[in-house]
């Protein structure tokens, strides 16, 4: 099956700090997801992003398919920046998920 | 509110009983999956529904089970339960994953004691 990698694992900011998130897959895919875990335990869905580059605000991601990889860029980071972020990209018949990068946004 | 309903949100119960988890879909969405996700670990994929049948299986334990019904909600029955079924259960609901993606419900947190 399709090996889905995310870097880095764990990522510490201070506030107003830009930051990359990225995720590589091993396979082509029909679709990625970026999605956002916050400490609470909710999944909320960042970007629908099978190719090209989407903004929503603070936030952009980009996705080249042709070598497999998506980014996740987050600007001027805040406290609410942090969680998780999971990359998941559709193979098959459902969304395989990476194991994450566990983002730390201090005051 | 992303229009996908989990119930409960907390569940607390002891080694060996059976449980159910609830879970409605989005208005207009067939498909329903369910992950778990245990501590510190990622999303794994446990099985798939679309408009009442099983499509897919992934690392689903022969204790657990799921079905979808005709109103489109779906449950996931676990039995037998062991303290390593302690998780976070989502369910995710797409009308179509490959063009629009999936959208998760709030997920139930099992805690087996």
């Known amino acids: 099956g399709i090996q889905v990698e995310q870097s880095p694992p764990d990522l510490i900011l201070q506030e107003g700090a830009n930051s990359t998130l990225r995720c590589n897959f091993s396979?082509?895919?029909?679709?990625l997801q970026w999605f956002h875990q916050n400490p609470w335990g909710q999944l909320i869905n960042l970007f629908y992003i099978p190719s090209g580059t989407k903004q929503n605000g603070r936030l952009s991601a980009t996705t080249v398919a042709t070598e497999r990889y998506s980014l996740l860029y987050i600007s001027s980071s805040q406290t609410t920046d942090s969680g998780v972020y999971f990359c998941?990209?559709?193979?098959?018949?459902?969304?395989?998920f990476g194991p994450g990068t566990r983002l730390s946004v201090l005051p | 509110d992303s229009g996908v309903t989990q119930t409960p949100k907390h569940l607390i119960t002891a080694t060996g009983q059976r449980v159910t988890l609830r879970c409605s879909p989005r208005s207009g969405d067939l498909s329903v999956y369910w992950y778990q996700q245990s501590l510190d670990q990622g999303l794994q994929f446990l099985i798939q529904y679309y408009n009442g049948e099983e499509r897919a299986k992934g690392n689903i334990l022969e204790r657990f089970s799921a079905q979808q019904f005709p109103d489109l909600h779906s449950e996931l029955n676990l039995s037998s339960l062991e303290l390593g079924d302690s998780a976070l259960y989502f369910c995710?609901?797409?009308?179509?994953?490959?063009?629009?993606?999936?959208?998760f419900g709030s997920g139930t947190r099992l805690t087996v004691v």
């Open positions: 998941a990209a559709y193979y098959g018949q459902n969304f395989v």
């Open positions: 995710a609901s797409s009308v179509d994953p490959g063009l629009s993606g999936y959208t």
């Open positions: 396979d082509s895919v029909n679709n």
